[in-house]
């Protein structure tokens, strides 16, 4: 009975997220989500020292932004015996903290406060396939040190270090008895940089690249279980390496058109192993083999002469799971989103507001089965929600 259970989790120890590019979170600024997230090249305000550290040069005076990401997620299933199950629908949050501030024509720096990953989905004990997954939680914090150089009058350079936090909930039945269930709770902490270019030959055209750092953390902490007690447990958990690159053009002052590629490293993530003194062994392998993924963003945003700034933009996110090792907890797919936003610039303050809407449809085959019998197949439809406010304040 412990080794049938094992058999269960090790399909089920893996992080949630808004539903597709893995648990990545790339919406970290109002404005750059409005436009699908194809700010790279663009770069010019606080929250630069996220997308593009180079970028901070443009900065005249220093600037302060918080920020807010609600978003709800709407996924749901229909299985091969016709039943439908949905995921429970709530609004989750995420804030954010940019400041950036220039020390003289060549030099600047900034610091943010941020969760490039994360968020939860809870599926419930009545699913068909509990035994996978009931509910899954991740928490991922980053703190940012960044400075940024002018290196000549059109290029400039960016480097950043960042201490961050995860904490990461996961559960699922066990398939031995009504309810019963099993519950990793653990985290820990890592360090991560990234490198960053900017090249503005004139000023229609500009260039934006963004390369950061893969990590490993040791997360410890406890596996809870109605069934089989509790104990000490710990697992690494992996962030991929990440590269962005952006072009954008200003065919006149008001307008900025911006298209951007991001590629994320999943290839690294092939099999990681939970040890707790509670599993027969004390250990049990955890398969993910995800491979690697492309983004692709377009956006526009236009500036009125009175402050006012109107934007849209279009992201497309590719499948990182694969049907094998597919996990509701993610329900991954290709996923499309369409943005808006609108907002003000002022001379001391501004503020931009965002929407999304992102859907994906994926039919699920030949997920490994737990030894409950129980597999993660079906048609699954995801129908997200998204509203992000940032407000600036420049000194």
Same mark, same amino acid.
């Given at each position: 009975?412990?080794?049938?259970?094992?058999? &269960?989790?090790?399909?089920?120890?893996?992080?949630?997220?808004? *539903?597709?590019?893995?648990?990545?979170?790339?919406?970290?600024?109002?404005?750059?989500?409005?436009?699908?997230?194809?700010?790279?090249?663009?770069?010019?305000?606080?929250?630069?020292?996220?997308?593009?550290?180079?970028?901070? #040069?443009?900065?005249?005076?220093?600037?302060?932004?918080?920020?807010?990401?609600?978003?709800?997620?709407?996924?749901?299933?229909?299985?091969?015996?016709?039943? #439908?199950?949905?995921?429970?629908?709530?609004?989750?949050?995420?804030?954010?903290?940019?400041?950036?501030?220039?020390?003289?024509?060549?030099?600047?720096?900034?610091?943010?406060?941020?969760?490039?990953?994360?968020?939860?989905?809870?599926?419930?004990?009545?699913?068909?396939?509990?035994?996978?997954?009931?509910?899954?939680?991740?928490?991922?914090?980053?703190? #940012?040190?960044?400075?940024?150089?002018?290196?000549?009058?059109?290029?400039?350079?960016?480097?950043?270090?960042?201490?961050?936090?995860?904490?990461?909930?996961?559960?699922? *039945?066990?398939?031995?008895?009504?309810?019963?269930?099993?519950?990793?709770?653990?985290?820990?902490?890592?360090?991560?940089?990234?490198?960053?270019?900017?090249?503005?030959?004139?000023?229609?055209?500009?260039?934006?690249?963004?390369?950061?750092?893969?990590?490993? #953390?040791?997360?410890?902490?406890?596996?809870?279980?109605?069934?089989?007690?509790?104990?000490?447990?710990?697992?690494?958990?992996?962030?991929?390496?990440?590269?962005?690159?952006?072009?954008?053009?200003?065919?006149?002052?008001?307008?900025?058109?911006?298209?951007?590629?991001?590629?994320?490293?999943?290839?690294?993530?092939?099999?990681?192993?939970?040890?707790?003194?509670?599993?027969?062994?004390?250990?049990?392998?955890?398969?993910?083999?995800?491979?690697?993924?492309?983004?692709?963003?377009?956006?526009?945003?236009?500036?009125?002469?009175?402050?006012?700034?109107?934007?849209?933009?279009?992201?497309?996110?590719?499948?990182?799971?694969?049907?094998?090792?597919?996990?509701? *907890?993610?329900?991954?797919?290709?996923?499309?989103?369409?943005?808006?936003?609108?907002?003000?610039?002022?001379?001391?303050?501004?503020?931009?507001?965002?929407?999304?809407?992102?859907?994906?449809?994926?039919?699920?085959?030949?997920?490994?089965?737990?030894? &409950?019998?129980?597999?993660?197949?079906?048609?699954?439809?995801?129908?997200?929600?998204?509203?992000?406010?940032?407000?600036?304040?420049?000194?």
């Amino acid at each position: 009975m412990r080794f049938a259970s094992l058999s &269960a989790l090790s399909l089920a120890l893996i992080p949630a997220s808004a *539903g597709a590019a893995g648990y990545y979170l790339p919406n970290q600024d109002a404005l750059a989500t409005a436009k699908g997230n194809a700010w790279v090249a663009t770069a010019d305000g606080p929250a630069a020292v996220h997308y593009n550290a180079a970028g901070l #040069t443009q900065l005249e005076q220093p600037e302060f932004q918080i920020g807010l990401y609600g978003i709800d997620l709407d996924h749901q299933v229909k299985t091969g015996n016709g039943g #439908t199950f949905e995921a429970k629908s709530e609004w989750q949050a995420v804030p954010t903290i940019f400041y950036g501030m220039p020390i003289n024509e060549d030099l600047a720096w900034g610091f943010g406060v941020n969760s490039p990953w994360g968020l939860g989905t809870e599926w419930g004990q009545g699913s068909p396939f509990r035994t996978v997954i009931t509910e899954a939680k991740l928490v991922y914090l980053a703190g #940012t040190l960044a400075v940024a150089y002018d290196l000549t009058d059109t290029l400039s350079v960016g480097l950043s270090g960042s201490a961050n936090y995860t904490d990461l909930s996961l559960e699922q *039945g066990l398939g031995l008895a009504p309810l019963d269930f099993l519950r990793f709770e653990g985290d820990g902490t890592s360090v991560s940089g990234a490198v960053s270019l900017r090249w503005q030959p004139c000023e229609q055209h500009a260039f934006g690249l963004n390369v950061a750092s893969e990590t490993s #953390t040791d997360l410890s902490g406890k596996v809870y279980s109605n069934i089989l007690g509790a104990g000490p447990a710990d697992i690494d958990f992996v962030t991929p390496l990440r590269i962005a690159g952006g072009y954008s053009f200003r065919p006149t002052p008001n307008w900025n058109i911006e298209a951007n590629i991001e590629w994320l490293d999943w290839d690294s993530l092939n099999s990681l192993y939970l040890r707790s003194p509670v599993l027969p062994g004390g250990a049990t392998g955890v398969p993910f083999h995800w491979k690697s993924m492309f983004i692709y963003e377009v956006g526009a945003s236009y500036t009125f002469d009175n402050g006012y700034t109107v934007a849209a933009g279009y992201d497309y996110n590719s499948n990182a799971q694969p049907d094998t090792f597919f996990n509701p *907890g993610i329900c991954d797919a290709d996923r499309q989103w369409f943005n808006v936003g609108f907002g003000r610039k002022c001379d001391k303050w501004g503020w931009f507001l965002a929407y999304q809407f992102g859907y994906s449809n994926r039919d699920v085959r030949g997920a490994v089965p737990t030894a &409950a019998g129980q597999s993660a197949n079906g048609k699954y439809e995801s129908r997200d929600s998204s509203v992000s406010l940032s407000c600036n304040y420049r000194f």
